[in-house]
């Protein structure tokens, strides 16, 4: 078992358990606290694939401003608790079966398939710099774009959001 | 560690962030599994991209996540607008037309 | 990497982490007493000097009061957040201290038989970490606001949250200067390029050309840590306690500790970052390399001042205990004229000096500058602050671009 591996499966587990709870769990706060979670367990990861500025990005964008504002959403119109229902005879013993199934065909399929060509790249040592270069040379115009796409957004938010006067 | 590993494991949590958004009543809650879904792809993408050598996955994982941003900024004002007309936070009780 | 390997690199990034950790507590403790004392002098009183010599032993009375008060759980809290907000707090802030190398990476030291540098983890990405760090450092008081189940705790930990969420932006972009001439993300290597002086006695450190950034960067972390004056969101004469209200003895001191924590680190940062780090300001004398002999003539001159200030009081005990701590500084004055000793004491002594300078400007600020109401907090912090980061940051990209061969 190498050092990788176990780093692997605690932060997967991690990860999945949150998920998991992210479900499970009644009050809105309390899943948007299990989604950090699993956030910050997926950027772990990124870290241990040598993607270490995508993780540092992840934190401080991802899980440091926009679930900021998710949670700030939900303590500003006092979510409540979601009321535990049953789940009604067709979900209970046909829907969560099925979406069980699936979900472990797809991560089978999913293995299998690219189990096939097992070719693992080297990673760099220092990989914001040409990742800098990638993103301000080849896909500069993308870029510029969603500078845009940002603009629009908070123009959106500001004027839905915003009180009759 | 193989990017086999890694993808079964963004198919899981892909899979978790399908039976949340079927499953759960609340908006936000419903809004937060799609994230959970988009998180799932991010480590598809990066993933690929170690296992080709290639930066672009990175590069695709950075736009994803700030298109996510901008999603998530106009659906919590959509949602608080829901929340003001309707009083209520479930999505079952947003389900006419007529308001 | 072997299982001894690994093994091995664990045991001493733990032990480099309790001894971090330990001063840094100490440090903070000691931070309180500096700025009640500080706070009192400014406005003409003494602050506490009853309890120990010059009120020295202020910070443990206060910690035993903290230990043994009564800890309330008030009724309708969430219970799982109401008592893990502090902790977030508290941990975040104290896991970024993991970083920040308080010295060159050549002087290495021992433990337990393996040889490290002054840091506990060497990260290329090591400011985007400490960002994170600040980034995720909003939740803990938003959700202890949340999770109080009152009123003005919500309105003060949103206010907060929403402070120091806007003003992060100009934090990080203030920044954007130094790593353009820096050209690395590497704490160690940022500090490394602001080797060698101008004129010969003029450092190089970034401070002289991001004077704009360095006080952007400042006035943003003084916002971001809600020290006065922008402290409208726990101020006790405002919102009752802010986001904190319903937070008694040990939970309370969590919060606290990691307020001046995180002051820490960020004073830290403005060292690192603009001021040259673990680098001393005097130039190497010519003949003889009198400079390294300025930590001991420091100690010194410490050790004889509160020796002959021991001596002045009235009291048995005082008067020992006072003119002990001299003689001990008097003493580690003496051990550090050993070569080696003074080789590792170079690049930390200088460090703290600094640290402890900004630490200083802190408190001043708060004791000088009245607060500011929370709409011109937040004008400020948009209007003035982020678009003066962003023209520091376009300048610098500038001239770089200018200067490229």
Redesign the interface.
């Known amino acids: 078992m190498t050092l990788d591996a176990v780093l692997f499966f605690v932060f997967g587990g991690i990860a999945v358990a949150a998920a998991v709870a992210l479900i499970l769990l009644r009050h809105p706060i309390h899943s948007a606290l299990a989604l950090i979670v699993v956030m910050a367990a997926l950027a772990v990861l990124y870290l241990l694939q040598g993607a270490e500025f995508v993780a540092a990005v992840q934190i401080i964008v991802y899980a440091g401003a926009i679930m900021v504002l998710f949670v700030f959403v939900i303590m500003l119109l006092n979510a409540a608790r979601e009321e535990r229902t049953n789940l009604s005879r067709a979900a209970r013993y046909l829907g969560v079966p099925v979406a069980v199934l699936l979900t472990a065909e797809l991560a089978y399929l999913v293995w299998h398939a690219s189990s096939a060509n097992p070719s693992q790249a080297a990673g760099r040592t220092d990989v914001t710099r040409p990742l800098a270069l990638m993103l301000f040379r080849d896909f500069v115009f993308p870029f510029e774009l969603t500078s845009i796409v940002i603009l629009i957004a908070i123009l959106g938010a500001l004027v839905l959001a915003r009180k009759e006067p | 560690m193989p990017a086999s590993w890694y993808l079964a494991l963004s198919a899981i949590l892909f899979g978790l962030g399908v039976v949340g958004f079927v499953f759960k009543r609340n908006i936000i809650t419903i809004f937060m599994s799609i994230e959970l879904m988009l998180n799932a792809v991010n480590l598809a993408l990066v993933a690929f991209s170690r296992q080709l050598g290639e930066l672009q996955g990175q590069v695709f994982v950075f736009f994803v996540i700030v298109v996510a941003a901008a999603e998530a900024a106009v659906g919590l004002a959509i949602i608080l607008l829901i929340a003001r007309n309707r009083q209520s936070l479930n999505v079952e009780d947003v389900d006419l037309l007529k308001l | 990497?072997t299982a001894n390997a690994?093994f091995s690199w664990l045991v001493v990034a733990l032990a480099k982490s309790a001894v971090l950790l330990l001063v840094t507590l100490t440090v903070v403790a000691y931070l309180s007493w500096f700025e009640r004392k500080l706070v009192a002098h400014i406005q003409s009183r003494l602050g506490p000097y009853r309890v120990g010599p010059h009120g020295l032993l202020q910070p443990l009375a206060d910690g035993i009061k903290f230990l043994f008060k009564e800890d309330p759980t008030p009724a309708g809290v969430?219970r799982?957040?109401y008592f893990a907000a502090p902790f977030v707090s508290l941990g975040l802030a104290m896991s970024a201290i993991a970083v920040i190398p308080f010295g060159p990476p050549d002087a290495q030291i021992e433990v337990f038989g393996h040889r490290t540098g002054l840091a506990v983890a060497n990260l290329?990405?090591g400011l985007?970490?400490l960002?994170?760090i600040t980034?995720?450092g909003?939740?803990g008081i938003?959700?202890a606001g949340?999770a109080s189940n009152n009123k003005y705790a919500?309105m003060g930990g949103?206010r907060s949250?929403?402070q120091m969420?806007s003003y992060?932006l100009a934090l990080?972009l203030s920044v954007v200067g130094v790593l353009l001439q820096a050209g690395s993300?590497n704490l160690n290597e940022i500090v490394a390029s602001q080797d060698g002086r101008w004129l010969g006695f003029v450092p190089r450190w970034f401070f002289f050309p991001q004077v704009v950034g360095f006080f952007c960067f400042f006035t943003a972390a003084i916002a971001e840590t809600n020290r006065s004056p922008f402290d409208l969101p726990e101020a006790e004469s405002e919102l009752v306690a802010g986001f904190h209200t319903e937070y008694a003895s040990f939970k309370f001191a969590m919060f606290f500790i990691a307020e001046y924590t995180s002051m820490v680190i960020v004073s830290c940062l403005a060292t690192l970052l603009f001021f040259g780090g673990w680098q001393s300001p005097f130039p190497e004398g010519r003949w003889f390399a009198w400079t390294a002999y300025l930590p001991n003539l420091a100690l010194l001159g410490g050790g004889v001042l509160l020796l002959l200030d021991g001596l002045r009081y009235h009291r048995r005990g005082k008067r020992i205990a006072l003119a002990l701590l001299g003689v001990i500084l008097l003493g580690a004055a003496w051990l550090c004229l050993a070569p080696e000793t003074n080789r590792i004491l170079q690049g930390p002594f200088w460090f703290l000096a600094k640290l402890f300078f900004f630490l200083f400007v802190y408190v001043w600020i708060r004791g000088t500058l009245p607060r500011f109401r929370y709409d011109q907090l937040m004008s400020f912090g948009w209007k003035v602050l982020l678009p003066l980061s962003l023209a520091n940051a376009l300048g610098t990209s500038l001239l770089v671009v200018l200067r490229q061969p």
């Open positions: 990497m690994v969430d799982f957040v290329n990405i985007p970490f960002f994170a980034a995720l909003v939740y938003a959700l949340w919500l949103l949250a929403a969420v992060e990080t993300f």
